[in-house]
C-alpha cells in the first residue's frame, strides 16, 4: 500500500487492514489454502532430508571413493534429529518468502478489484487466468 499509494507506513497500514476486512471471506480461504500448500512443501523437504540423513548416518549409503569416508556411528538418531530440525528451520525461512509473495499479489488483487470495474475508462489488470477464473471481463470499448 505504501508503493501504491505513497503515504506513510501507519496510513498504509490501516488501509491494508481496512481492505482486508472489507473482503475477509477471501483472505481467510487464500491464507488457509496457501497454509496447507506450503505445509505440504515444509513436510516434502524435510521428510526428504530426514530420509537422507537417515540412510546416511545409518550407513546405508555404499562409498564409493576412498576420499571422503563416513564414521560409523552407535547411535545416529541425535544427528537425524538435528539435521531435520536445521531442515524445518530452513525451509520455513525459504517458504515464508513465498508466503509474503502470496500476500502481496493479494492484496495487489484485491486493491485492483476495488479500484476498477473492467470498464474501458477502469480496466482490470489481474491475469487473464485469474479473470476467467474470477469470471471477470474488461469491457471492450465501443466504435
Known sequence: MIAVYGKNF????K????????????????????????????????GGVGVLAFFFFAGRIPNTGTTFQTAALNYYWMPIMTVV????????????????????????????????????EKPYFMSKNLMKILNKKNKQPKT
Open 85 to 120: 530440525f536445521g531442515a524445518y528451520l530452513i525451509a520455513h525461512g525459504f517458504f515464508s518468502v513465498y508466503n509474503m509473495g502470496v500476500d502481496t499479489l493479494f492484496l495487489c488483487f484485491l486493491e485492483d478489484l476495488e479500484r476498477n470495474d473492467g470498464s474501458a
Open 15 to 46: 488501509n491494508a487492514f481496512s481492505l482486508l476486512m472489507r473482503n475477509i471471506i477471501r483472505v481467510v480461504v487464500l491464507d488457509k489454502v496457501t497454509d496447507l500448500l506450503l505445509f505440504f512443501g515444509k513436510l516434502l523437504v524435510v
Open 10 to 13: 501507519c496510513v498504509s497500514a
